[in-house]
């Protein structure tokens, strides 16, 4: 949700905005699918790393990951826009 409320208010063409938000969903999909498998085998060969992963590590790579892949779109989706088209 928070991805999609930052590309929402990004000052870039609403065409960028929409394949960011399909991208973007695609992306926390795929990113979070990992987090699951390494938690799953954290919590079966690992055990004790379980819970520094589940409360700590996990949910802060998936905020940097998501954060970076915002970035990135909003530098790309902002080449893409001419400083005219912002005026409008």
Same mark, same amino acid.
């Given at each position: 949700?928070? =991805? +999609?409320?930052?590309?929402? &208010?990004? !000052?870039? @063409? ?7 938000? &399909?991208? #973007?969903? #695609? $992306? *926390? $999909? ?5 987090? &699951?498998? *390494? /938690? ?6 690992? %055990? #004790? ?6 409360? =700590?590590?996990? !949910?802060? +790579? *998936?905020?940097?990951? *998501?954060? /970076?892949? $915002? =970035?990135?779109?909003?530098? %790309?989706?902002? @080449?893409?826009?001419? !400083?005219? +088209? =912002?005026? #409008?």
């Amino acid at each position: 949700m928070l =991805l +999609a409320a930052a590309m929402l &208010v990004s !000052p870039v @063409r609403w065409r960028d905005r929409l394949r960011g938000l &399909v991208a #973007g969903t #695609g $992306f *926390v $999909f795929a990113v979070n699918q990992v987090r &699951v498998l *390494v /938690l799953y085998f954290a919590l079966r060969y690992r %055990h #004790g790393w379980f819970g520094q992963l589940h409360g =700590l590590l996990a !949910p802060l +790579a *998936v905020v940097l990951l *998501v954060s /970076l892949f $915002f =970035l990135l779109w909003l530098r %790309h989706a902002a @080449r893409q826009t001419a !400083p005219d +088209a =912002l005026a #409008g």
